[in-house]
C-alpha cells in the first residue's frame, strides 16, 4: 500500500512555527486578495486563504468586485496596493472575468508584492534559474511535500500533466532546478499512457480524471494537483485513487494533499515578501 503524502498533516506543522514567527513581528504583514466574478470555487478558496491568515495573525484584505468589473478598476486598485506602504502581498484570484486581460493585470503588481511569483518578472527569474521573489505556491508547496518525505527528485523521470501557468510551466522548471529530468504532457500528447508509464515521480495537474493504473510506472511518486466535483458532487482528484494505491510507492489525496500545500505556500511566501521588504 503507497504512503500517503499528507498535505494537512504538513500544513499543520508549518501553521504552527508560522504563528510563532509571526507572533514575535511588531507589525503583521498584510496579504491583499482580489476577487472578481461569482465563481463559486474561487469564493471558497479566497475565503479559506482570508481564515487561514486571522488563524496566523497575518492580515488580510479581500477587494471584491462582480463579473462585470472593468479592467481599469483593478488596475487602479493594484495601483493603490502597489502604493500603500502597509500592504506586503497582493493575490489577484484567478481565473479573471473573461473581458479582463489577466497577463495585463498580474504583470500590473509589483514583483517585490507578487505573492504568486505569476508576474513577468518573477516567471522570468524562476525561468531563468535566478531567485524569484517567491516561488508559486502550488508548486512550491509540492516541493515541500516531496522535502518533507526525502523525495530527491534530482536524476529521476519527472512527468507533469499540464501546463498551465498556475502549475505545470512552474512545476516543470522547479523540478528542473532539482535536477530532474523532465517531460510536459498536455491534453494534445499523443500516447499519454505510454510517457506518463516511464514517470518516476507524475504530477497531474489537469482538472479531469486522467491517471489510472494504466497510466503509471510500480512504486512510482503520484501527485494529484486536480481538484473538481465529479457528477454526484463528491471531490475528485485527476487520479483513481483506489486503482493505483497498491502499484504507487507515494500519493498524494485529494482532498488533503496538494490543496492544504498550496495554502501553506501562499502563507510562507506573505511572510516572506514582508521580510524581503523590511531586509530581514
Ligand atoms: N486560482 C486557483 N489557484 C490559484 C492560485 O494559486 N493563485 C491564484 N491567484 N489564483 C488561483
Known amino acids: 500500500m503507497a504512503i500517503i503524502l499528507d498535505g494537512k ?4 506543522k508549518i501553521f504552527e512555527d ?22 463559486p470555487s474561487s469564493k471558497i478558496y479566497v475565503n479559506n486563504k482570508r481564515k487561514c491568515a486571522q488563524k496566523l495573525g497575518i492580515n488580510s484584505m479581500v477587494f471584491e468586485y462582480p463579473s462585470d468589473v472593468s479592467q481599469s478598476e483593478i488596475l487602479k486598485k493594484i495601483d493603490e496596493l502597489n502604493d500603500d506602504k502597509n500592504i506586503n502581498a497582493i493575490l489577484v484570484q484567478l481565473p479573471l472575468p473573461e473581458h479582463i486581460d489577466k497577463f495585463k493585470v498580474i504583470d500590473r503588481i509589483l514583483p517585490s508584492k507578487d505573492v504568486d511569483g505569476l508576474t ?4 522570468g527569474k524562476l525561468f531563468s534559474g535566478e531567485e524569484p521573489f517567491v516561488y508559486p505556491c502550488t508548486p512550491k508547496g509540492i516541493c515541500l511535500l516531496l522535502d ?13 500533466i499540464g501546463r498551465s501557468n498556475l502549475v505545470g510551466k512552474p512545476v516543470a522548471q522547479m523540478m528542473l532546478r532539482r535536477d530532474a529530468t523532465v517531460t510536459i504532457c498536455h491534453s494534445k500528447t499523443e500516447n499519454l499512457a505510454e510517457i506518463t ?7 497531474s495537474a489537469v482538472g479531469k480524471n486522467v491517471v489510472g493504473e494504466k497510466n503509471i510506472k510500480l512504486n512510482s511518486v503520484v501527485i494529484d494537483v486536480g481538484i473538481f466535483k465529479d457528477l454526484s458532487g463528491s471531490i475528485r482528484g485527476d487520479v483513481e485513487f483506489d486503482e493505483i494505491s497498491n502499484k504507487a510507492s507515494y500519493i498524494s489525496p485529494v482532498p488533503g494533499g496538494v490543496g492544504p500545500m498550496t495554502i501553506a505556500s501562499l502563507m510562507l511566501n506573505t511572510v516572506e515578501l514582508y521580510n524581503k521588504q523590511h531586509d530581514l
Open 120 to 123: 513577468t518578472y518573477n516567471s
Open 148 to 160: 518533507e518525505y526525502k523525495i530527491n527528485p534530482a536524476g529521476k523521470h519527472v512527468v507533469v
Open 197 to 203: 508509464k516511464t514517470a518516476d515521480i507524475l504530477i
Open 9 to 12: 498533516k504538513l500544513r499543520e
Open 18 to 39: 508560522l504563528i510563532l514567527k509571526v507572533e514575535k513581528m511588531p507589525v503583521k504583514p498584510t496579504l491583499a486578495v482580489i476577487l472578481a466574478g461569482d465563481d
